[in-house]
Nanobody, 126 residues
């Protein structure tokens, strides 16, 4: 069972940046095998997939709402997947989750993400 852990959330002013990290607390699992997706859910709204990175060639995908502002990237040496979030807006406020799907390309249907973290809160407010 792959245990995912998100970190890096917090309170930030509009226009500033945050970097979220997705790591695993389960020894013996390399995140580079998995497709990793970042999702978010704001109060009263449905969960939204905002980015993913493929496991084989690091292809990436972004939702229109974050394209050009967010970047997903791997550091395989550290076994971590980052979500670099720049030019943050109040509407980016949400709980952010990382999730893992079996080896392959992204994007993937959300039901294929079988391992999920507990989430980290991001609040963008002045």
């Amino acid at each position: 069972q792959l245990q995912l852990v998100e970190s890096g959330g917090g309170l930030v002013q509009p226009g500033r940046s945050l970097r979220l990290s997705c790591t695993t607390s389960t020894s013996g699992f390399g995140l580079d095998y998995f497709v990793i997706g970042w999702f978010r859910q704001a109060p009263g709204k449905e969960r939204e997939e905002i980015s993913c990175i493929s496991s084989s060639y690091d292809g990436t995908n972004y939702a229109d709402s974050v394209k050009g502002r967010f970047t997903i990237l791997r550091d395989n040496a550290k076994n971590v997947v980052y979500l670099q979030m720049n030019s943050l807006k109040p509407e980016d406020t949400a709980v952010y989750y990382c999730a893992a799907a079996d080896w392959g390309h992204c994007p993937r249907p959300s039901y294929e993400y079988i391992f999920w973290g507990q989430g980290t809160q991001v609040t963008v407010s002045s």
